[in-house]
């Protein structure tokens, strides 16, 4: 993860991994990378199995940042087993508060 004046982005390799299944969640500061692995191994020779390994699993990491992401402008990307997102920092500009003088 890296950060910048106004964003954060941040980078996650996922080898072997479909796009339809990793799922990107955000909610105020927390960001919350999910992803269903499934890897299927065989070899064959001369049409006999002589291997064949299976494997199911789910993998997740949940992040929190500093300050909460601006949903409206996130964009995600996924090329070559890297999952790349950047998470604008939400601008907030405080409303003037009077303060009570007792």
Do not use: C, W
Request: charged residues 30%.
């Amino acid at each position: 993860m890296k950060e910048s004046d106004d964003n954060y982005l941040l980078q996650a390799e996922l080898p072997g991994v479909a796009k339809e299944d990793i799922h990107v969640d955000i909610h105020g500061k927390q960001v919350t990378l999910k992803a269903e692995i499934r890897q299927f191994d065989s070899e064959n020779k001369d049409e006999r199995t002589l291997r064949s390994e299976r494997y199911f699993g789910s993998v997740s990491r949940t992040l929190e940042l500093p300050v909460e992401v601006a949903l409206d402008k996130v964009s995600a990307r996924f090329e070559n087993g890297i999952l790349t997102l950047q998470l604008p920092k939400q601008v907030e500009t405080p409303a003037p508060h009077r303060v009570t003088i007792e």
